[in-house]
């Protein structure tokens, strides 16, 4: 049974951070409605966001009494908080010690300050651990209010990357916000103590410090300091969401600088050229820092792949695995479970594979793709989809970024359960896709 993690700082201190944020966050409203109207979507979205890692830590505590990675990674932070509030500083340090680090041994002599319930050697959620002791420290070491706190903060990444959006076609605020903002499963699963809410906002964070460093030639050492935070961040926690946004960042700059040529014939000329130099180079990239990558590295995820084949079999997963057929650990293998993959992760699982509540909301949420998909599908003529894709940089971005990441995570996710919680990032990429296809057409 896990420990305790609900106290009277529960009852509180989070209708007291949720007064604060609610208040600045319409102060911020109410100064940019007027020029810009898509701020009328912040509280809406701010809110869901808030309900949605409420929900996750009720869900986690109530539900899964046994534990889960929520509680464990509160739990665990707590223990470091405990560690600093007591000024054993040289503990403190010595748990800081990625390269040298046993946190079971560290904490071995003193459990009075808690357990760190991860790996000792887990560096991804001793690096989560890290991220959420400022939170923790705030909130008075209450789950509840550092769920609110981490919760507002990551929404930032993704106000940032709905701007980006916006900005593009300000026509669409309307779609672009349901993508980015009111999507159940992200709101959800993107919004509690986890590594999908760093990783998720860090999306957020770098496509808008590139946007405005990079596209827009706004030299300013803020917005390299996000690209770098959220490439740091990626690296540390989840190292290939970095290499799903790679090569459509590539393209996207190099896209921007096409536009201007005026010459049809030399465009023509050099988009061959950029598509086979991009492939290159993110191989190249995927070789040199496959170490970071772990089980996600060129040379593992072939293995990967067929071992979640053979793990499909366990009795343990009973009806919640999923099953896209036999394939060899070869590159052509692989590839030919392309529209399997994609299909298990943008509309899986179906309405007949729920086997709870949770599920029941992710299959309605599938069903609203794959029926907007199909019309989209029918309404887009073939020839417009290729005119709008190599017009358009953000959509081609969006839609290398959801297809590379959807195909990784359809082919390699033994289960449902874990499927609807890892494919959150190429939801509304996925969809801010299709809106946008919809007005091009």
């Known amino acids: ?8 700082f529960d009852v509180l201190l989070p209708p007291f951070y949720f007064i604060l944020i609610f208040l600045y966050a319409r102060s911020i409203v109410a100064r940019n409605i007027k020029a810009k109207p898509h701020y009328r979507y912040l509280l809406p979205g701010l809110l869901c966001k808030i309900i949605g890692g409420i929900g996750l830590c009720i869900v986690y505590t109530f539900y899964y009494t046994e534990g889960g990675d929520v509680t464990n990674y509160f739990l665990s932070t707590r223990t470091f908080v405990n560690v600093l509030l007591d000024g054993d500083f040289n503990r403190f340090a010595e748990l800081m010690d990625y390269k040298n680090n046993n946190v079971w041994d560290v904490l071995s002599n003193n459990n009075t300050y808690g357990y760190f319930l991860f790996a000792p050697g887990d560096y991804y959620a001793l690096f989560t651990v890290t991220l959420t002791i400022p939170f923790c420290l705030l909130a008075g070491k209450s789950f509840i209010a550092t769920t609110v706190l981490l919760t507002s903060f990551s929404f930032i990444g993704l106000w940032k990357l709905y701007e980006v959006f916006v900005d ?51 030299r300013r050492i803020k917005y390299l300091l996000l690209i770098a935070s959220s490439v740091i961040i990626f690296i540390y926690i989840k190292p290939y969401y970095f290499f799903a946004l790679l090569p459509g960042s590539l393209i996207w700059i190099f896209f921007e600088k096409i536009k201007k040529i005026k010459n049809p014939l030399l465009r023509i000329t050099i988009v061959p050229m950029l598509l086979t130099s991009t492939i290159l180079l993110v191989i190249v990239c995927l070789q040199i820092f496959g170490s970071y990558l772990g089980e996600y590295s060129l040379e593992l995820i072939l293995q990967k792949a067929v071992k979640t084949q ?4 366990r009795v343990e997963y009973g009806g919640n695995s999923y099953n896209i057929g036999i394939f060899e650990p070869t590159v052509p293998g692989i590839v030919s479970k392309l529209p ?36 989209i599908l029918i309404k887009v003529k073939f020839s417009t989809l290729f005119k ?13 970024f959801a297809l590379f990441f959807a195909f990784s995570i359809g082919l390699t996710t033994a289960n449902y359960g874990a499927l609807v919680r890892l494919k959150i990032p190429c939801i509304p990429f996925y969809l801010c896709f299709l809106f946008i296809l919809y007005i091009l057409n």
């Open 1 to 8: 049974m896990q420990d305790s993690v609900l106290d009277i």
């Open 168 to 218: 593009h076609f300000p026509d669409l605020r309307k779609q672009f916000a349901i993508a980015i903002f009111f999507i159940p499963s992200v709101f959800f699963w993107g919004s509690g103590i986890l590594k999908d809410t760093y990783t998720l906002s860090a999306i957020g964070f770098y496509i808008y410090g590139l946007y405005k460093f990079q596209i827009l030639k706004q």
């Open 310 to 313: 053979q793990d499909l079999i």
């Open 340 to 375: 399997a993959a994609l299909n298990m992760a943008f509309f899986r699982p179906y309405i007949w594979d729920t086997r709870n509540a949770v599920m029941l909301l992710s299959g309605l949420e599938n069903l609203f793709m794959l029926g907007f998909s199909l019309y």
């Open 388 to 400: 709008s894709l190599f017009s358009n940089p953000l959509l081609i971005f969006s839609f290398l």
